[in-house]
């Protein structure tokens, strides 16, 4: 006969499964959405540069911001002039372009491809001969130049919805719960005032220095979500789990799952951050719908949540609906206090933005 003790387990990990089947719901509605789709349809106009050119334009960006000619330190969006009038938007009067090296590419035909000497390049506008092979080869380098989008204007950029901090009271003891679990992992606690001190975002774990840094300038209920992100980390993602080190977008789409069930086991609804962050995030893993790889996550996500929970003496949720994803829930009391912020967050952005970038 089961003891009572093991049907709360069971409960529990039940009602982990249900949230993170909505989660899973929640993420797949909002990649299929349309401003989703927009955001996405735009991204894809910008091309992917090598490294050289991505140091050439952050460092002629950071230069346009020390001079007040762009509102922030990094650059967003990048493309040449001709392609942002393509894009209905134009370069303002009197912002510099950023020079970076591009490609220049010659057209080749050959009657005997397997010949390395039988290549002849072609003339712009000669065509091949009958039966000839066709091969493009860079033949040198010119100068270009290249805007970012704070630079133009003109007709609006599409953007993903942005993930939301969250607001209000931390529940009772939460943030020191976690805070030990972080410590008997064998990590510090860092505070840090602002963000920009941990390059725009909300929470960092380093494993070489053994540290979890989370930012002092968020309420409460922001700062232990991201704790509960961070422990998420600490616990999956170290140099011991080469295997769950796959990919950048797999791990944080673990470490904020874990984040919202925490939070939900307390009552605090993370929705409106953990959904565009995850589906951020899923989207970035290539050769699987988001929805997929949210879904792949679940089993792992549900024993660490559970081991988190498990470690915990705070009051939690014990019955019922979990209140994180229930749209129409009327809102508890913790969850009226932790309601979404319509802040916009750097590390919010970057999820979509900066792997689409054209950088
Ligand atoms: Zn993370």
């Not at 209140?323 to 206090?337: I, S, V, W």
Request: aromatic share 6%.
């Amino acid at each position: 006969m089961a003891t009572r003790r093991e049907d709360q387990q069971a409960a529990r990990e039940a009602r982990l499964d249900e949230l993170h089947g909505k989660l899973t719901a929640a993420v797949d509605q909002l990649v299929s959405g349309e401003d989703w789709k927009r955001a996405l349809a735009f991204a894809a106009n910008f091309r992917s540069r090598s490294f050289n050119n991505t140091l050439l334009i952050w460092a002629q960006h950071a230069a346009a911001y020390e001079r007040g000619l762009v509102p922030e330190s990094t650059p967003s969006y990048v493309a040449g002039y001709k392609q942002w009038q393509g894009l209905g938007r134009q370069v303002q009067k009197g912002q510099p372009g950023y020079q970076i090296i591009a490609p220049v590419t010659g057209r080749f035909a050959s009657a005997t491809p397997q010949d390395a000497d039988s290549w002849r390049r072609l003339g712009k506008f000669e065509k091949p001969r009958p039966g000839e092979a066709v091969r493009s080869k860079m033949v040198g380098v010119r100068p270009a130049y290249v805007w970012d989008a704070s630079q133009t204007a003109g007709d609006d950029i599409p953007e993903p919805p942005r993930p939301k901090l969250l607001e209000g009271e931390a529940p009772t003891g939460l943030w020191e719960g976690l805070a030990s679990q972080v410590k008997a992992a064998g990590f510090d606690l860092v505070d840090v005032v602002a963000a920009s001190e941990i390059y725009g975002a909300n929470g960092v774990t380093d494993y070489a220095a053994h540290t979890v840094t989370v930012r002092g300038d968020m309420d409460a209920a922001a700062r232990v979500k991201t704790l509960a992100h961070e422990l998420g980390h600490v616990l999956m993602h170290g140099p011991e789990n080469q295997d769950a080190r796959q990919h950048r977008g797999i791990s944080e789409v673990e470490a904020e799952s874990v984040a919202l069930m925490i939070c939900a086991a307390h009552g605090i609804d993370t929705s409106g951050y953990t959904i565009p962050y995850v589906s951020g995030w899923a989207g970035q893993v290539e050769g699987s719908e988001p929805a997929e790889v949210v879904k792949s996550t679940g089993e792992r996500v549900r024993t660490v949540a559970l081991k988190i929970l498990d470690q915990l003496d705070t009051t939690q949720v014990g019955n019922g609906t979990p209140p994180g994803l229930e749209r129409d829930t009327p809102a508890r009391e913790t969850t009226r206090q932790a309601v979404a912020a319509d802040r916009a967050t750097p590390v919010g952005r970057e999820p979509v933005l900066a792997e689409a970038r054209s950088l």
